[in-house]
């Protein structure tokens, strides 16, 4: 699948290019981690593609799983390097999503007791069986239409 051409200055492909500075914890062929420069709790990293995809849809599926096997491993070690008790894996694809580098990529983000860091969201109101399906089918229909 083809990748989005890099806009005039993207952020992260800058600090993968080496021209921007980062504090790696992770430098693989295709995949790279740094620690966020605005952490949110102590330790919050970023996982992303060494190529520069602007969101999901033009992310190769491979390299999406790549990403993920990464912050998975990452992960695990934030919790063994014991400052924290949980984690938190969160992708914003979107600007109404947050989404504010046009770069994909994952965040992990360390948990430890009243850290201030949370999702707020209003549940919708409890939907029939009916609507569930009715939504289902409509998210089916569209995967149909994509490569496989
Ligand atoms: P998002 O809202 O999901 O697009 O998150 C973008 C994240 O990138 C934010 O948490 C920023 O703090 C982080 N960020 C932006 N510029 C840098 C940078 N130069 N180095 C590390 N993290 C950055």
């Known amino acids: 699948m083809a990748t989005a051409a890099a806009p005039e200055r993207c952020v992260f492909c800058e600090i993968v290019a080496g021209r921007l500075p980062a504090s790696f914890v992770y430098t693989g062929d295709d995949v790279v981690a740094f620690l966020d420069i605005r952490p949110l709790t102590r330790g919050h990293l970023l996982v992303i593609p060494r190529v520069h995809a602007d969101r999901l849809e033009t992310l190769d599926p491979q390299l999406g799983a790549r990403v993920f096997i990464v912050a998975q491993?990452?992960?695990v070690a934030v919790r063994r390097s014991g400052f924290c008790a949980g984690t938190n894996l969160f992708l914003a694809d979107g600007v109404l999503?947050?989404?504010?580098v046009f770069h994909v990529h994952l965040h992990v983000i360390p948990r430890t007791q009243r850290d201030g860091f949370g999702?707020?969201?209003k549940r919708w109101d409890q939907p029939d069986r009916d609507e569930?399906?009715?939504?289902?089918?409509?998210?089916?229909?569209?995967?149909g239409t994509l490569p496989q």
């Open 73 to 75: 491993r990452l992960a």
């Open 97 to 100: 999503a947050g989404q504010e």
């Open 119 to 121: 999702l707020r969201a």
């Open 132 to 143: 569930l399906d009715g939504t289902a089918g409509l998210i089916r229909a569209a995967t």
